[in-house]
């Protein structure tokens, strides 16, 4: 009896130790995979942010463009009101009401 139990305890002590064996493995093979994704997202949060950082580069060139093209807007409307006051002075001229007047009433017309 004694040989028996001499017999299962180391078996079940060889078996312990493939059993560690296969846990280091194991805890291993796990240990690479989140290494790998790490990596992954570190190359991934740095692609992020590059483009996060292009985003934001051209939404200041855009917001540059678009606040020219209010500057514009604002000098052509100024542009057209002082070319609406010149057209009010020049029909309330009195020369142009005389020369509009005598257009009206030529001789022979």
Do not use: C
Not at 37 to 55: L, P, V
């Amino acid at each position: 009896m004694g040989k028996i139990a001499l017999a299962v305890f180391l078996a079940a002590l060889g078996t312990g130790l493939v059993d560690l064996l296969l846990l280091v493995r194991s805890a291993l093979s796990v240990y690479r995979t989140l290494n790998a994704a790490y990596d992954d997202y570190r190359a991934w949060s740095a692609s992020f942010t590059e483009k996060g950082s292009r985003m934001y580069e051209g939404l200041r060139r855009l917001e540059g463009r678009a606040g020219s093209i209010l500057e514009t807007m604002d000098r052509v409307r100024e542009s057209v009101e002082d070319i609406q006051d010149a057209m009010e002075e020049m029909r309330s001229s009195p020369l142009l009401r005389a020369a509009r007047f005598l257009g009206r009433h030529r001789p022979g017309g």
